[in-house]
């Protein structure tokens, strides 16, 4: 007897479903195999952090990094390599220091960095006393007399309470971003904030401030968590008086480039993003941040090609320019591809350093994110299963406006915030298995967009 | 007009089991910020490997840390403290090297470490020409007139495919536990094996290797990565001497002790076991193996004692002694537990290393690894998602043995067989919070077992 069909068709769209998950089953594994054991990302982010080392926006070294870049993608086997112009914001750091003396004591000199976008002191020694607020409550109940002529210390500690260091960084974020115009406003001469660390120890963290239009640009700096709670504890018995002197200022914006390659889709040529930022701090060797989704992006493309994957669309890794302070350059290829009227079916971007992967975070309709989740059980064996969240990358982040879905390779967050923005952030601080596991994750992801979308 | 008993009746159960929910979700987060607030166990682990540094089974230094286990469950506020006694093999390494001679060129020394339990060459120089073989497959090919006299090299490769380490090391292991007895069969004098690292580096791996009865106990050692890449190439094209020095042996079994320390149960005296090894191997500092597992525990029992959690059983921390050559500690436990009656309810150890975990191994019944797996949306906001493991650590499966379930945390495994066993198992190497968050893992799940078991 033949069975109707309306029995027998789950059970042959049931087969059909197994035998495709097998087959991306197989798929998966030849990618993660041939970035585990073929993989050129480690010793290019030896090269890039060894060899050129930092490189903030409008740098020599960021210049030597997009040609670098070029190469790489060249050698990874990018049908097609270029770069994009694109304006940038140039600040320069200078010699820098800050000294604190007690009512008994001698000057002593803290470890510091200036935030990025400061102004500095010209070089003049800038004198005043500290007045410490732990939050912007206490700020905002002091009168423009208290803070008149003052240097105020924010002492807000990064909340260690958070599982997601990333939560804790956006928490204690606006400390770092928005305190020196709040202070100058009320006549103040200086800020110093907390690092925004998760570490109890000396680092001092940099990172991007903004002054408010119209207000007096009064110099930012960080100091490390263990100088920080040292200051609070000796304020609270005796006043300080800090000496701070440095040259740090915004010259005029200057070209640069972002850095792009691609491999040419076989069936049509939208385009499939994944990138990271090649620009770092000024301090350190931008490994973690964001060399890591550099080299991660370009061993990406490497695979497909080593593995012949045939992609349908075009698969592009963007190396974007200043991401650290202005975000120029994914603002710009954003304007270029709506200018060009190139049709993007996906963007993802590595910045959250090269620490294991738990997941994805996914800025998209429902109905997307929902087809991505639907994949988790190929995923699982990776060890990515967390698609709860829903932000993306800094620099794909433009293409919102796009309605491009757009997604961020959610790693490991506990050792981030040590690192992030310092001197530590080094090649050193990078494990290669970790860093791997990464590219293998967003290689799935991409050849099962490639392969639906 | 009333509703069916049998309409709401769901409706109450949801509701009780959503206030249920609720209220676990709220000690599970006091449980975690307990510890990532006024954690003990980072400074304890500080003060344990810089202090006492590595603890091998029989050593002076596994004694003081007997001492100190005993005073800082003291400190962290357990009921009761006390020593378990055990006895223990008592290996000692004592001067080793190994050397080896081209055929054009001079002796040199390469990074190694004799594999524990193994004896040595008792002080005397061991000259022998290596051979080469990658696999037991090659070295059953051999005759025992191509092995007589010689020094078996056995390059077996740490297999980067897999996800887990675990299972490249499971899968290397025994070339590491087994092959001097299979050479000394064939007439060998020694045997030099591929460390089992997930690294590239130099560093040699140490660890238990067994004698079959009435073989002759021959030497064997480990050497690096980059050395045994190297050793191979080298061999491929001349022959090469190696010239092995060494003076580990096995003395006579010694008195030693496991530490055990608990918080008596308010409503019964069943046990629940938290824990880990105490001992280490005789290099590094024992930290990720297994200081933190240590730490991690004494951590539960402060906790719970801080929130005073009023614990229905008794929660019971071991400190095991022998772990890493003989598992001696773990024996003895149960053995007394069965020989005292002691009703066991669960047993969980710490010894995957402190790195932030990903879920629990869990060696039980199906029906009870089904309620825990019920748990499991309360564990997912602390980055606990793998239910799926089914084995416990080694401490704790003799337990299995009288029928209690036991488990394993499970971290995140990629950075562990880089030091696993080695000179570079450091304080430095253990990240605060990703070692906190296992703590906050375990005491949550001792929590849930604690109320509902």
Redesign the interface.
């Known amino acids: 007897m033949k069975k109707p069909l309306i029995k027998i068709l789950p059970l042959l769209l049931g087969g059909i479903l197994f035998a495709q998950n097998k087959q991306d089953s197989i798929q998966f594994?030849r990618i993660?195999?041939e970035i585990?054991?073929n993989e050129q990302a480690y010793s290019n982010l030896y090269d890039l952090t060894k060899n050129i080392g930092h490189r903030l926006s409008g740098s020599e070294s960021y210049e030597k990094a997009t040609k670098w870049a070029f190469d790489k993608l060249k050698e990874a086997g990018a049908d097609k390599v270029w770069y994009q112009e694109v304006m940038v914001p140039v600040w320069v750091r200078g010699k820098e220091s800050l000294q604190i003396k007690t009512a008994k004591g001698q000057w002593k000199k803290l470890n510091m960095l200036s935030l990025g976008n400061s102004e500095g002191t010209k070089g003049q020694d800038l004198t005043a006393e500290i007045i410490l607020v732990k939050s912007f409550d206490e700020f905002n109940k002091l009168s423009e007399a208290d803070v008149k002529g003052k240097i105020v210390f924010f002492n807000y500690p990064f909340n260690?309470?958070f599982?997601s260091?990333g939560q804790a960084y956006g928490d204690a974020g606006k400390y770092r971003s928005t305190t020196a115009s709040l202070v100058a406003k009320k006549g103040g001469k200086a800020v110093i904030i907390r690092s925004l660390s998760?570490?109890?120890d000396d680092v001092p963290h940099t990172g991007m401030m903004r002054y408010q239009e119209g207000i007096e640009k009064i110099p930012a700096v960080a100091i490390g968590p263990k100088s920080a709670d040292e200051l609070e504890k000796t304020l609270k018995s005796e006043k300080i008086l800090a000496k701070l002197n440095s040259n740090c200022t915004m010259k005029p914006d200057k070209l640069s480039h972002s850095v792009i390659g691609e491999i040419t889709g076989k069936k049509d040529q939208s385009v499939i993003v994944v990138g990271g930022h090649l620009d770092s701090w000024d301090v350190g060797e931008g490994a973690s941040d964001d060399g890591t989704g550099i080299v991660q992006s370009i061993e990406i493309l490497r695979t497909f090609k080593k593995l012949n994957l045939q992609n349908n669309h075009t698969i592009r890794v963007v190396c974007f320019a200043n991401e650290e302070n202005g975000v120029k350059g994914g603002k710009k290829y954003k304007e270029e591809a709506q200018k060009n009227n190139e049709k993007h079916l996906f963007a993802i971007e590595s910045d959250g350093g090269g620490f294991?992967p738990?997941g994805f975070g996914l800025d998209m309709k429902e109905g997307k994110r929902r087809q991505i989740q639907s994949w988790a059980s190929l995923f699982f064996?990776?060890?990515i299963?967390?698609f709860t969240k829903t932000y993306s990358g800094t620099d794909v982040e433009p293409l919102n406006e796009l309605d491009v879905p757009t997604a961020e390779l959610v790693p490991?967050s506990?050792?981030y915030f040590?690192i992030h923005h310092t001197a530590e952030d080094t090649f050193e601080k990078v494990?290669?298995?970790?860093m791997l596991?990464g590219a293998v994750a967003m290689g799935q992801l991409i050849y099962m967009i490639d392969k639906n979308w």
């Open positions: 594994k993660s195999d585990l054991i260690q309470t599982i260091t998760s570490s109890f294991t738990r064996p990776y060890g299963y967390d490991d506990q050792r040590d494990n290669r298995r970790e596991l």
